[in-house]
C-alpha cells in the first residue's frame, strides 16, 4: 500500500464520546451511541477521570463493553498510558476483541500462556499502541506477565469474585487428592470437636455430614499451621501435567507465607483454604494501576464489588436521575414445577424440545451430568463448556441441540436467532465452600445474596441482550422456583423482570393445556402475544418498584472495614485488624437480617485480638478477646457453630445455658429408666424405623421418643390442630415439630400447612399457660423443597423445614450420644452424673441449643 499516514497523534479527544466519531471506519462501526452511553461516558469526563476505582452499571445488551472500551482507548490516546480490557473467559477475551475491531478500536489479544502471545501484540500494548484484551486469570495470579497499566476495565465485574478469589484459594477434593485432604484434616484435628472428627475421616458419611461445613479461622491455632503449610504444599510434588494440582501450587504460593490470616473451610469432601476477602494489594498490576474500572450489568449496593475485588471503596456511575432504563428484550418465564398434574421434567424436555435449542445453566459439573439425563431431549447434540471455550457459532448454527454449561451464568452471548431459550436447572446459592459456610452454619446468606441475584438474573438474560430478543426462560427446579417466588427478593430486581417472573409464576399456576398453548403463543410472536400478554405484563410492571434490600447500607460500611482488616492481618498487626472487624459488625448493629454474618464478624475480631494478646503476652487484650467471642455467641443465636471453638486457648469453659442444664438433668433421671444395653439398642432399632416411614402413625411417636433421646420433655398435645410433637427444655426453649412425612416430595408446600406449623407454640403455651420461651421455633419436616408464593408471604419468622433426611441424620448422632450417656449409670452421685452428661452433649453438639441450630437452617418462606 502506498498510502502515506501521519501520525496517529491527532486522534485524540477532549472526552470519551467525542472520541467515538473519530474511530477508524471499518464499514461495521455502530451508528452512534445509545443515550445512556452518552449520559455515563459524559458524567465519567465531568467527574470520575481521577477515581480509583469506579464502577459503571449498564444492564446486559446496553452497551457496557463499548462503554469501557471507549473509556480505555481514550485514556491510552490521551498518554496517560497503558490500558487492560478483562474479560471472564478466553471465548469472551475473542468476542471483544472481534467488537473492538468493528468500532476501530485498536486493541489486542494477549490470552493464553504469555509464553505464546504474538511479539508484535504485546509491544503494542506495552508501547501504548493498543488496548490489551485478557481473561481474569491474566491479572490474578502470582506473577502477571503484562506490565503495569494506567488503567484496567474488568468486564462482567459483578462474576468477578469466583475469578478473583480463584487465585487466593486452595481447593482440595477429597475424591482426586485424598492423601492431601487427609493431611490437611490431621494438622487442624486439635481445632475441632472429636466427634466432627469422627465423622470427617468416616468412608460413609450421611447427607447430613457430607454436606456440613466448618470454617475454621487460622489465627487462632498457631500450631496448626506448619502441619498446614506441609499438607497444602503437597500440590507442588504432583506430576506438572495434572493442570488443576498446578492451579492449587500457584494459590497456595499467594497465600503460604500468611495461613494466619486465612481462613480454612472444611466438609467432608473438601477442603478449602483462602483469606475471607482477596489481598489485591499484593498483586503489583492491580494495585498500581492509576484507574480501575468494572463493568457490570447487576452493580448492587451492599458491599459486594468491594469484597469481591479486595477495595475498600469503589466509586458508582449512575445514570442521570430521570434517565430512562434501557431494556433487554422480553422473557417469558414457566415454572414447571409450579404447572398441577404436571411431571416437571417431562413439561421441561418439551419446552426445549418446541424451541428446538436450549442452553441449559447448572450451578455444578454433578447438577449438569443429572440435567443431561433428566432434561435434555434424547438424540440431541450437547456441547460441553470445552465445546464453547473458544466460541459459540457452532452452538448457535446447530438445531437439536444444548449448551450445558455448569457455573456459566456470565460471559455468554446468544442474542437473537442465535437461541431462543435459557433452562435455569439448579439454585446457584453457592458456589464454594465460604459461601456454604454463611448460608448453612452461620446464618448470614445475606453477605452473599448480591451475588446469589447477580447469577439468577444473568442467567435468565442469556438471550436475550438486545431489546428486540425474546427466549423462553424455564426455571426447571424447586429450589429456584422458591427463590423467585419470594416477594421482597423480586421487590430488589427491575421492573421489567418483576413483571416477567409474576407474569411468570400466574401463567405457570394453571393447567398444562394453558401452559402449552401460552408457550406456543410466545413462540410464534404474532398478533395474539402482542395484544393481552404484552398488556398484562404492562400493568404488572407499571406497579412494580424496586427496592434495595433494607440491609444494603449497612453491609456497604461494612465492606470498607473488612477489606481493611484482611490487610492489617496478611501484615500480621493483628490488633489493628480486630479494630476493624469490630468496625464492621458495629455497621450492622442496626440490621436484624444480617445478625449471622455481625456475629461472624465478631467472632474474627475476637480471635485476632486473641491472636494480638497471645503474641504480646498481654492479658488485657485477652479479656477484650473473651468479651468479644460473648457478643459473637450472642449474636449467632440460634446457631451455634462457633461454640466449638471457644474458650480460647488457656481459658475457663463457659457456663452451661439454662437449657443444657435443663437438658442434663432430665437425662441423668433417663438413663435409669431405659433398661439394659439390648433394649435400649432396640428402643432406637424402633424409633430409626419410625422415621423411616410416611405414615404418620408410626412417624409421629418416633419424633416424640427422639425428644426424649435429646433431653426435653417430649409429647404430642392433646386437642384439635396441635403439634404433632412437642420438645420442651421447661420453659426455656421449646421446639414444635409438624410432621408432614406423608407428603409427596414433587408437591408445594401451600398456605394451610404453613399457617398450622404458624400457630403451633402459641397452643403449646396455652396448654402450658405460660408464655413462648424467647428461645423458640416452629418446624415442619417434609420432603418438599418448593413453597407457594402464597405460603411464602403468610410464613412466620419462626417457622422452619426441614427433612425427613435431617431429622434422621439427627436420630443417628443421638444414637451416638448414648453409647456415651448409658455408661454413666454406674455414676450415683447426682452431679457428678449431671456433669458427665453435660460434657457428653457438648462434645457431641447436641445440646438443646445445637439441636435448634440443625433444625432452623431454612425458614419456611427461605431457600
Not at 435449542?357 to 435434555?376: F, G, H, L, R, Y
Amino acid at each position: 500500500m502506498a498510502i502515506k499516514k501521519r501520525s496517529d497523534t491527532q486522534l485524540r479527544a477532549e472526552t470519551p464520546e467525542k472520541l467515538f466519531p473519530l474511530l477508524r471506519k471499518t464499514g461495521e462501526n455502530s451508528d452512534t451511541l445509545w443515550p445512556q452511553q452518552v449520559d455515563l461516558l459524559r458524567e465519567y469526563a465531568e467527574k470520575r477521570v481521577g477515581a480509583r476505582d469506579l464502577a459503571i452499571e449498564l444492564p446486559t445488551g446496553t452497551g457496557k463493553t463499548l462503554t469501557g472500551l471507549l473509556i480505555a482507548d481514550w485514556r491510552r490516546r490521551e498518554g496517560k498510558g497503558r490500558a487492560i480490557f478483562v474479560c471472564p473467559t478466553k471465548q469472551l477475551v475473542r468476542q471483544v476483541v472481534a467488537a473492538a475491531e468493528k468500532e476501530g478500536i485498536d486493541v489486542v489479544d494477549l490470552s493464553g500462556s504469555w509464553k505464546q502471545w504474538d511479539p508484535s501484540a504485546q509491544s503494542k500494548y506495552e508501547r501504548a499502541k493498543a488496548t490489551a484484551v485478557v481473561p481474569y486469570s491474566s491479572i490474578f495470579n502470582t506473577s502477571p506477565k503484562l506490565i503495569e497499566a494506567d488503567i484496567i476495565v474488568f468486564d462482567d465485574a459483578h462474576a468477578g469474585e469466583q475469578y478473583v478469589s480463584k487465585a487466593y484459594t486452595v481447593e482440595i477434593p477429597r475424591h482426586l487428592y485424598g492423601s492431601i485432604w487427609s493431611e490437611a484434616l490431621e494438622a487442624v484435628a486439635p481445632m475441632l470437636p472429636q466427634e466432627r472428627y469422627q465423622q470427617l475421616i468416616g468412608n460413609t458419611p450421611g447427607a447430613g455430614t457430607r454436606e456440613l461445613v466448618d470454617g475454621l479461622v487460622l489465627a487462632q491455632r498457631d500450631d496448626a499451621l506448619p502441619g498446614l503449610a506441609r499438607a497444602l504444599g503437597a500440590f507442588a510434588r504432583v506430576d506438572r501435567s495434572d493442570r488443576f494440582a498446578a492451579a492449587q501450587k500457584f494459590a497456595f504460593d499467594a497465600i503460604g507465607g500468611h495461613l494466619a490470616a486465612c481462613t480454612l473451610y472444611v466438609s467432608w469432601s473438601k477442603i478449602e483454604a483462602r483469606p475471607v476477602t482477596p489481598p489485591t494489594f499484593e498483586n503489583s498490576l492491580f494495585a498500581s494501576a492509576t484507574q480501575r474500572v468494572y463493568l457490570s450489568a447487576t452493580l448492587g449496593t451492599s458491599g459486594e464489588l468491594e469484597r469481591a475485588f479486595g477495595r475498600p471503596s469503589v466509586a458508582r456511575l449512575h445514570r442521570p436521575e430521570g434517565a430512562p432504563t434501557p431494556t433487554s428484550g422480553r422473557r417469558f418465564l414457566v415454572f414447571p414445577h409450579l404447572v398441577p398434574n404436571a411431571d416437571p421434567d417431562k413439561l421441561t424436555k418439551e419446552l426445549i424440545k418446541s424451541v428446538g435449542k436450549s442452553i441449559v445453566i447448572t450451578p455444578s459439573e454433578k447438577e449438569a451430568e443429572n440435567a443431561s439425563t433428566t432434561i435434555v431431549p434424547k438424540n440431541w447434540t450437547v456441547f460441553r463448556k470445552s465445546d464453547v471455550e473458544d466460541s459459540l457459532d457452532d452452538f448457535a448454527a446447530s438445531t437439536k441441540s444444548v449448551a450445558l454449561l455448569a457455573n456459566r451464568y456470565d460471559g455468554i452471548d446468544l442474542p437473537g436467532k442465535a437461541c431462543r431459550s435459557v433452562t435455569m436447572a439448579g439454585y446457584p446459592g453457592v458456589t464454594n465452600l465460604q459461601e456454604r459456610f454463611y448460608a448453612s452454619r452461620a446464618r448470614a446468606a445475606a453477605v452473599s445474596a448480591e451475588r446469589v441475584r447477580s447469577r439468577v438474573v444473568q442467567g435468565i438474560g442469556r438471550c436475550t441482550r438486545g431489546p428486540r430478543d425474546w427466549a423462553l426462560v424455564i426455571v426447571a427446579d424447586k429450589e429456584t422456583t422458591t427463590y423467585l417466588s419470594r416477594e421482597e427478593m423480586r421487590a430488589t430486581l427491575s421492573p421489567d423482570l418483576q413483571s416477567e417472573i409474576e407474569f411468570g409464576l400466574d401463567q405457570s399456576d394453571t393447567s398444562l393445556d394453558d401452559v402449552r398453548e401460552n408457550v406456543a403463543m410466545f413462540l410464534e410472536q404474532g398478533k395474539q402475544w402482542r395484544s393481552d400478554p404484552e398488556e398484562e405484563l404492562a400493568r404488572i410492571r407499571a406497579a412494580a418498584v424496586q427496592h434495595e434490600p433494607a440491609e444494603a447500607p449497612g453491609l456497604a460500611e461494612a465492606a470498607k472495614h473488612e477489606v481493611e482488616a484482611m490487610e492489617r492481618m496478611w501484615n500480621a498487626d493483628w490488633k489493628a485488624a480486630s479494630e476493624k472487624l469490630h468496625l464492621a459488625a458495629t455497621a450492622l448493629t442496626s440490621y436484624p437480617a444480617v445478625r449471622g454474618y455481625q456475629a461472624t464478624l465478631l467472632f474474627r475480631a475476637a480471635v485476632t485480638i486473641d491472636k494480638a494478646a497471645r503474641d504480646a503476652n498481654d492479658e488485657e487484650l485477652a479479656v477484650r478477646a473473651d468479651a468479644l467471642a460473648a457478643q459473637a455467641v450472642d449474636a449467632a443465636k440460634p446457631a451455634t457453630w462457633m461454640a466449638a471453638f471457644l474458650p480460647f486457648q488457656g481459658r475457663q469453659a463457659l457456663a452451661p445455658s439454662a437449657q443444657l442444664l435443663s437438658a442434663a438433668s432430665r437425662l441423668s433421671t433417663y438413663i435409669d429408666g431405659v433398661g439394659s444395653p439390648a433394649k435400649l439398642k432396640t428402643a432406637f432399632e424402633n424409633m430409626l424405623d419410625g422415621l423411616s416411614q410416611i405414615d404418620h402413625k408410626a412417624y409421629e411417636p418416633a419424633l416424640t421418643q427422639l425428644g426424649l433421646f435429646l433431653g426435653a420433655h417430649a409429647f404430642k398435645p392433646k386437642g384439635n390442630s396441635r403439634t404433632d410433637s412437642a420438645w420442651c427444655w421447661d420453659e426455656t426453649q421449646w421446639i414444635s415439630v409438624e410432621a408432614k412425612s406423608e407428603h409427596k416430595i414433587d408437591g408445594v408446600i401451600g398456605v394451610t400447612d404453613t399457617l398450622q406449623v404458624n400457630g403451633h407454640l402459641a397452643l403449646v403455651a396455652e396448654d402450658r399457660a405460660v408464655a413462648v420461651p424467647e428461645i423458640s421455633a416452629a418446624v415442619m419436616v417434609t420432603p418438599r423443597t418448593l413453597v407457594h408464593k402464597d405460603a411464602i408471604a403468610v410464613a412466620g419468622g419462626d417457622s422452619y423445614r426441614v427433612t425427613p433426611d435431617d431429622i434422621r441424620a439427627l436420630a443417628t448422632d443421638t444414637e451416638r450420644l448414648w453409647e456415651g450417656l448409658q455408661l454413666l449409670r454406674n455414676i450415683k452421685v447426682a452431679s457428678e452424673r449431671t456433669d458427665g452428661v453435660v460434657k457428653l452433649l457438648d462434645q457431641h453438639r447436641l445440646r438443646p441449643e445445637d439441636v435448634l441450630d440443625r433444625l432452623t437452617v431454612t425458614r419456611i418462606g427461605e431457600v
